[in-house]
């Protein structure tokens, strides 16, 4: 695989930095592939401006910063805003529709999940709307295996969530299966 650049952005508390932590993770540990992966958030932890950007790649990554996005995905209208013009053109664009504008520039592959419906409605747990994004980001497009994702799931979020969240991922993986 060629090097593939995410950016997963919205605002602190949302989980941003903990689905590009885990994307990276498995892709290192599970999926033995090369990849990196930064942050950057405001001052304030919850409402304040967060990104978590992620390189995946077959070989060493000698340039660690994500440039022109491949993937974004996109939790508010004001994270979306901020870092569109930075995507490739052709790049694959997921907004959680439950709380993003879909841009009218056309120049993108959109997809929309309502990551945030799935989780407060159907698993009565809003927090996990990062997991529903992240299961949804990867069965569209191949670029962690599921079961690198969900061993990393398991091992990475807090004790006694386990379950919730890998719901959370598996409700966003149908979705995709269902777009695709």
Do not use: C, W
Not at 97 to 105: I, N, Q
């Amino acid at each position: 695989m060629p090097r593939t650049e995410i950016r997963i952005a919205g605002f602190g508390g949302q989980g941003v930095v903990l689905a590009g932590v885990l994307l990276g993770t498995a892709a290192i540990l599970r999926d033995d592939k090369h990849a990196i992966q930064t942050q950057s958030y405001g001052a304030a932890a919850r409402g304040g401006a967060a990104r978590s950007d992620v390189i995946i790649s077959d070989e060493k990554i000698m340039y660690p910063q994500v440039t022109a996005p491949d993937i974004m995905a996109a939790f508010t209208t004001e994270a979306l805003n901020k870092y569109k013009d930075e995507l490739k053109k052709g790049a694959t664009l997921i907004i959680d529709e439950d709380l993003v504008t879909p841009p009218e520039d056309s120049s993108f592959k959109i997809y929309r999940v309502p990551a945030t419906s799935i989780a407060s409605n159907e698993l009565g747990k809003g927090i996990v709307a990062n997991m529903v994004m992240l299961g949804f980001l990867s069965a569209l497009t191949g670029i962690v295996s599921l079961e690198a994702l969900e061993e990393t799931i398991r091992a990475n979020v807090p004790k006694g969530t386990e379950e919730l969240n890998l719901t959370a991922f598996r409700k966003g993986v149908e979705r995709a299966q269902e777009v695709k």
